[in-house]
């Protein structure tokens, strides 16, 4: 529960944000998933580092400031943004989808 909050934290901050540079480093980062999925060379893409990126995009770089904030309010002592990035880094971009580490 405590990650969708952030989650839609972070939606609603995005709006004060412009959309056509965030879609094109979103496209940018996606098509060097694509690229490593399809054989051919492009760095190892993992899914937590993909929301990361997007989250780092959608709160112009204060993501991690905005869950630490709300994580307190709630009542929480943190996000467990790096746990969470953590866990799904187990996941990578294949040419057959995703494929666990």
């Known amino acids: 529960m405590r990650s969708k909050l952030i989650f839609i ?29 399809h ?20 709160t112009l ?8 904030f709300i994580a307190r309010l709630f009542g929480f002592k943190n996000c467990g943004c790096d746990e969470r990035q953590d866990r799904l880094n187990k996941y990578k971009f294949t040419k057959d989808g995703i494929e666990r580490l």
């Open 9 to 37: 934290a972070a939606l609603l901050w995005s709006v004060f944000y412009k959309k056509t540079r965030s879609e094109k480093i979103l496209k940018r980062y996606i098509k060097n998933s694509y690229k490593q999925a």
């Open 61 to 68: 770089g204060q993501g991690k400031r905005i869950a630490k």
């Open 39 to 58: 054989g051919k060379k492009a760095k190892e893409t993992k899914l937590g580092d993909l929301l990361e990126v997007i989250i780092r995009i959608i």
